[in-house]
């Protein structure tokens, strides 16, 4: 019956039939086996460690600038022009981050420009509003100074009557000048039927 503690040994002797047998101890007998694969788990294990940490990082590198330029674009589908990014990279990302900053400039420009262009036209359409209100009295008092004019009224009423005309007129011709101002196109004269007009 054989220990379980114990190991045993088999060498052949050359060409010879015989072999030596030896006995000894289990544990002493597979230290340098056991040392060397505790080294090659070790080894094993840290070369995964490092292929995955640096899949990890190559991974990252990669899909952390496509995040920032995702959100990026978003912002610029969202109206908000300000703030941007930048990369430095020279590969296809940062083609692509130079690409998206260019189209974000383009667009602000763009944008800027219908902002503008709006806000004009909406003050135009308020200056002509106001104006044609204000026209509206502004014939009325002209026409009744003019009447009591023509009626014949002492001279201080004259007076007074030719002030307020005059200013009446005055305020007329700063109307039509916002009214000239709030017109979308040139004005320009032709021959017009004004029968069709009237109807």
């Not at 052949?12 to 047998?21: C, D, E, F, K, Y």
């Not at 009295?137 to 307020?164: A, S």
């Amino acid at each position: 019956e054989h220990p379980d503690n114990l190991a045993t040994a088999f060498k052949r002797l050359g060409s010879a039939p015989w072999m030596i047998t030896t006995d000894e101890d289990r544990t002493h007998a597979m230290r340098d086996i056991t040392a060397w694969r505790n080294v090659l788990v070790l080894i094993g294990t840290l070369s995964m460690t490092l292929i995955m940490a640096g899949l990890l990082f190559t991974v990252r590198s990669f899909t952390r600038p496509v995040e920032l330029l995702t959100e990026e674009a978003r912002r610029i589908a969202a109206g908000d022009m300000e703030g941007g990014f930048t990369s430095h990279r020279s590969d296809e990302i940062g083609v692509l981050a130079k690409t998206l900053e260019d189209m974000k400039l383009r667009l602000k420009s763009s944008y800027d420009c219908v902002l503008q262009s709006e806000k004009m036209a909406l003050m135009g359409q308020i200056v002509a509003g106001i104006a044609h209100e204000l026209n509206n009295p502004l014939t009325i008092v002209k026409g009744h100074t003019e009447l009591m004019l023509m009626k014949g009224v002492d001279e201080q009423h004259q007076q007074t009557l030719g002030r307020i005309h005059d200013g009446a007129d005055r305020a007329s011709k700063i109307v039509r000048n916002l009214l000239t101002f709030a017109r979308q196109k040139r004005p320009e004269r032709k021959l017009t039927d004004i029968n069709n007009i009237v109807m």
